[in-house]
């Protein structure tokens, strides 16, 4: 251990943290390679991501369904030649797909989309996997699990046994969908009805409970929208109060709650068509001021919400704060908001999710993050270093793997 002694000294050692940091990530939309063709991976893939189509879109007057009746590979030509080729790649998304091809060893400047797919063309994705999360230095990833996904559910007959990827189980379904599923969720064995009775209500929770346990998930999670309030007389906020926290609590798992996702703006660009609205920052202290002993996990979308956020978890240490979700994962706003962060929360927050869809998304969002958490964590230690305060190398890496997982690891471990 040695006491650093110049800012020089410092600025390097962050570096060096931040850059072999490995990483937990705390919300994805990946699979184990076992979980078969879910699992997206490859440069179609990366060039296929809806954030791409809907970039896209604003250049070319194609008509969307005749978009969406193109092969994946016509669309992947097309997005590439519209903003790679037709207008140079430097939106945040697009620079993303040429880092990973950078990193992966591969020559963005050849621009030769055909040698890149022969490179994936022979990988298998049990060994891509491995690469990938060697290359980002990922040591887990949390999925989304969705017991309401016809496509994953079967995958879960039998235990997930590769221990990197750990389960969340997703609620969208039945807490914004329980009049359209509460049927299906009867045909399950549950014994639900459509007005959410109090037998219901306890059918709910054995629902929550058993797939909670079948996938041994880290934590529920919903994404939600901007009007999202409780309490209040509506479903979703029963559901909530009433079945989720209760399991939640009983399995000492939090939470997590994604506010301000508002769903389809535009039907047309399918995935790509969600947009956001300013969540309500009391709902969250309402709920974690009224369940303390429950845990709460939240990132909201609106920009207009992190400070409010942020204070807020100043007030509960049953919040944990995380994330530059979705239309915040640029480097202008990572920056702004782990600046905020750091100097309202210290290192009880988690600055950062990728939200990667696509396998190969890990390499750059991680990538680009790091960049940018390096340097928002150099000038607070230097600014620490001002005080006269001193710090260790090791106190430097204990700081940052708080940051890229251990903030998550004790939130877990957490009983309130
Ligand atoms: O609700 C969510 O988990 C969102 O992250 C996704 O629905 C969204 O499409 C996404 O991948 C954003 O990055
Ligand atoms: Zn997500």
Same mark, same amino acid.
């Given at each position: ?50 954030? %791409? ?29 519209? %903003? ?10 697009? =620079? ?39 290359? +980002? ?151 974690? =001021? ?18 409010? %956020? ?35 929360? +210290? ?11 696509? %396998? ?10 790091? =960049? ?45």
């Amino acid at each position: 251990m040695a006491v650093l002694q110049s800012k020089e000294a410092i600025c390097k050692r962050v570096d060096e943290a931040v850059k072999n940091v490995w990483v937990t990530d705390v919300h994805t939309h990946l699979y184990p390679p076992s979980f078969g063709d879910i699992l997206l991976w490859n440069v179609d893939e990366l060039l296929t991501y809806h954030y %791409l189509v809907a970039e896209t879109f604003r250049y070319i007057d194609m008509d969307y369904d005749a978009f969406w009746a193109l092969s994946k590979r016509e669309q992947a030509d097309l997005i590439f030649k519209t %903003l790679f080729i037709d207008h140079s790649p430097i939106s945040e998304s697009c =620079r993303g797909v040429l880092t990973v091809l950078q990193k992966l060893g591969l020559d963005p400047a050849s621009r030769d989309l055909a040698a890149w797919r022969e490179y994936f063309d022979q990988l298998t994705v049990e060994d891509y996997t491995d690469k990938v999360f060697e290359l +980002g230095r990922i040591k887990r990833v949390v999925m989304t699990n969705d017991p309401f996904d016809d496509l994953e559910r079967p995958h879960w007959e039998k235990p997930q046994t590769d221990a990197r990827f750990l389960a969340a189980l997703r609620i969208d379904q039945l807490l914004l969908h329980y009049p359209e599923n509460w049927e299906k969720i009867k045909g399950w064995g549950y014994d639900v009805d459509a007005e959410l009775s109090i037998k219901a209500v306890i059918e709910v929770q054995r629902f929550l409970r058993d797939w909670a346990v079948r996938m041994q998930a880290q934590y529920m999670a919903a994404s939600l929208p901007p009007a999202f309030k409780v309490p209040d007389n509506t479903l979703c906020a029963r559901l909530v109060e009433q079945a989720v926290l209760p399991v939640c609590r009983e399995m000492n798992i939090p939470f997590a709650m994604m506010i301000g996702v508002k769903k389809l703006s535009n039907p047309d660009l399918q995935l790509a068509g969600d947009s956001e609205g300013k969540g309500d920052i009391d709902t969250v202290e309402y709920l974690c =001021r009224t369940y303390p002993h429950n845990k709460f996990l939240c990132t909201m979308l609106a920009r207009e919400n992190q400070h409010e %956020l942020a204070v807020a978890a100043r007030k509960f240490r049953n919040l944990l704060v995380f994330g530059c979700w979705w239309f915040l994962n640029n480097p202008s706003l990572i920056e702004e908001m782990t600046r905020m962060r750091i100097e309202l929360l +210290g290192l009880s927050v988690v600055p950062q999710h990728s939200d990667a869809r696509v %396998l190969d998304q890990l390499i750059y969002k991680w990538t680009h993050s790091r =960049r940018i958490i390096a340097k928002v964590l150099r000038d607070k230690y230097c600014d620490l270093y001002d005080t006269g305060w001193r710090v260790t190398d090791e106190e430097i890496d204990r700081d940052v793997d708080k940051l890229f997982g251990g903030a998550f690891d004790d939130f877990l471990a957490l009983q309130l």
